[in-house]
């Protein structure tokens, strides 16, 4: 069964830097997808990166702040957070994917989620 476990999160002064990481365990796939997703109070779930074996993909809202990474030998994906900003502030999920893609349905497993918050 596959297993991720996000951790990393905190509170920070906007401007600043977070680093989340998203151990994975579990799984056999040779092409799968880690992605990164938040949701605010109030707000849907939002997908804001993923990386697999195609590549990364980052949304609009944090393409050139926030970076994501892999270290294979750890089944572990970070996910490095500058400049963040107040409406950075959400509770941050990582999830598996057995094929490529950004949207929230085609992940299968989740993480518990990490509580970022970014104060003004």
């Known amino acids: 069964e596959v297993q991720l476990q996000a951790s990393g999160g905190g509170l920070v002064q906007a401007g600043g830097s977070l680093r989340l990481s998203c151990a994975a365990s579990?799984?056999?796939?040779?092409?799968?997808?880690i992605g990164w997703f938040r949701q605010a109070p109030g707000k849907e779930r939002e997908g804001i990166t993923c990386?697999?074996?195609?590549?990364?993909w980052y949304a609009d809202s944090v393409k050139g702040r926030f970076t994501i990474s892999s270290d294979n030998a750890k089944n572990t994906v970070y996910l490095q957070m500058n400049s963040l900003k107040p409406e950075d502030t959400a509770v941050y999920y990582c999830?598996?994917?057995?094929?490529?893609?950004?949207?929230?349905?085609?992940?299968?497993?989740w993480g518990q989620g990490t509580q970022v918050t970014v104060s003004s």
């Open positions: 579990g799984f056999t796939f040779d092409d799968y997808t």
């Open positions: 999830a598996f994917a057995p094929s490529f893609t950004s949207r929230s349905s085609d992940y299968p497993y």
């Open positions: 990386i697999g074996s195609d590549g990364i």
